[in-house]
């Protein structure tokens, strides 16, 4: 069956960089937007960055744009999130999911991880 796996997470002081990674195993993801969404305390999941599995082209929510970076390694089916300039509001659930229609909205995704927890001190 098909399984998303997160790991990075942590706790970072303001100013910071981590790096996120999303391990995909199960099925062929060659047709598959990976993206990236994450949920703050008391908030709703939000959409953070996607990327194509096939052609790697990108999009970011405006929040994130110029501070985070999604990737693909094609050799170990896994997806990145490298975050520089951490601030407080990006303290969040971080999820990774998988759908085959390219859109930024969470129900057109059909596969999730289970989340990892970034956690941004001030």
């Known amino acids: 069956q098909v399984q998303l796996v997160e790991s990075g997470g942590g706790l970072v002081q303001a100013g910071g960089s981590l790096r996120l990674s999303c391990a995909a195993s199960g099925r062929t993801f060659s047709r598959y937007t990976m993206a990236w969404f994450r949920q703050p305390p008391g908030n709703e999941r939000e959409f953070v960055a996607r990327?194509?599995?096939?052609?790697?082209?990108?999009y970011y929510a405006d929040s994130v744009k110029g501070r985070f970076t999604i990737s693909r390694d094609y050799a170990k089916n896994t997806v990145h999130l490298q975050m520089n300039s951490l601030n407080a509001e990006d303290t969040a659930v971080y999820y990774c999911?998988?759908?085959?229609?390219?859109?930024?909205?969470?129900?057109?995704?059909?596969?999730w991880g289970q989340g990892t927890q970034v956690t941004v001190s001030s």
């Open positions: 990327i194509r599995w096939s052609g790697g082209s990108t």
């Open positions: 999911a998988a759908g085959l229609v390219l859109s930024n909205g969470l129900t057109t995704y059909d596969y």
